[in-house]
């Protein structure tokens, strides 16, 4: 199960005559967030709910973790697309519209079901696995073609890895990591 902390929400009513300056902190833009989202989806016509939580397993290291908007439901597979093409478009307009609303950037993380947790934990252990193949064979291997972020994630995983390296290869939708052995 994902370890994913719910954020608390608390609503400050602000004075009806003025505009509030734009708060920084996480709940204000996971609250920016989740009303948009909800309202691309009640547009979209998907019956779904939007929960905020903090995503401490897709936190880089050493960095804070993203505000990780969830959303449930039930048939929400349009909503991923293809090696996850849709829920990415649906991250780029949320980002969007909170960054312009807040006026600075919010790391925000549109999630599906906790798909993208999955995916990335997948990719890990894939990432791990072939590792150890490639050390124990000597002989280098590519993976499938991934997008920019699912690369990284391989990337990140095996950074450290004392006997092999990694690159991307390809172009486009080809571009692909191979896992190399160090000399």
């Known amino acids: 199960e994902p370890r994913l902390e719910p954020l608390e929400i608390v609503a400050e009513p ?9 708060d920084t902190d996480e709940q204000t833009a996971g609250q920016v967030g989740q009303e948009a989202l909800t ?8 019956r779904a709910s939007v929960e905020i939580m903090l995503g401490h397993e897709l936190a880089d290291e050493g960095q804070p973790p993203p505000i990780v908007l969830n959303i449930t439901g039930e048939d929400l597979g349009i909503l991923i697309g293809r ?3 849709t829920l990415r478009a649906l991250q780029y307009l949320v980002r969007l519209m909170v960054s312009h609303r807040l006026k600075h950037w919010t790391n925000l ?3 599906v079901e906790n798909y993208v947790i999955r995916r990335q934990r997948t990719l890990e252990s894939l990432a791990q696995r072939v590792a150890e193949q490639v050390a124990r064979t000597g002989r280098m291997q590519a993976l499938e073609p991934m997008s920019a972020y699912e690369r990284r994630v391989v990337h990140v995983a ?5 006997e092999v390296t990694t ?7 080809r571009r692909k990591v191979t896992i190399i052995p160090k000399q």
């Open 14 to 22: 602000s004075p009806p005559a003025e505009q509030p300056e734009p």
């Open 158 to 162: 095996l950074r450290k890895h004392p």
């Open 109 to 111: 993380v549109v999630d």
């Open 83 to 85: 090696r996850g093409d």
């Open 167 to 173: 690159q991307s290869v390809g172009e486009g939708e």
């Open 39 to 46: 309202e691309i989806l009640r547009l979209m016509n998907v």
